[in-house]
């Protein structure tokens, strides 16, 4: 099983960017999926959290709320983070995690399966 996480790049400030998170081995609309963060020199900030679509509920950190967004595509077993009106602030290696417990619904108390990071930068 594993998560692989996709579609970062570099994007001016205000523009935006869509992550991907494909899931492999499992059925991803059963879990709830987290995004997180990290910057150079920084610790690791979680960004967002939709829970299983049992609940469907989203959570995001009060920094992305009201320009990113979080969504299912469970045909494509794919989670995406939709970033709108990017800051440089939103530089960061963005990475997608799951607890892997059928129902789960945010917060998420651990997370044990991580994808690997896609880096984005926003910069002039």
């Known amino acids: 099983v594993q998560l692989q996480a996709s579609g970062g790049g570099l994007v001016q400030p205000g523009g935006s960017l869509r992550l991907s998170c494909a899931a492999s081995?499992?059925?991803?609309?059963?879990?709830?999926i987290g995004w997180f963060r990290q910057a150079p020199g920084k610790e690791r900030e979680g960004v967002s959290c939709?829970?299983?679509?049992?609940?469907?509920?989203?959570y995001y950190v009060d920094s992305a709320k009201g320009r990113f967004t979080m969504s299912r595509d469970n045909a494509k077993n794919t989670v995406y983070l939709q970033m709108n009106s990017l800051k440089p602030e939103d530089t960061a290696v963005y990475y997608c995690?799951?607890?892997?417990?059928?129902?789960?619904?945010?917060?998420?108390?651990?997370?044990?399966?991580w994808g690997q990071g896609t880096l984005v930068t926003v910069s002039s």
């Open positions: 995690a799951t607890d892997l417990r059928p129902g789960s619904s945010c917060p998420v108390l651990e997370y044990i399966l």
């Open positions: 081995g499992f059925t991803l609309d059963y879990y709830a």
């Open positions: 939709i829970s299983s679509s049992d609940d469907g509920s989203t």
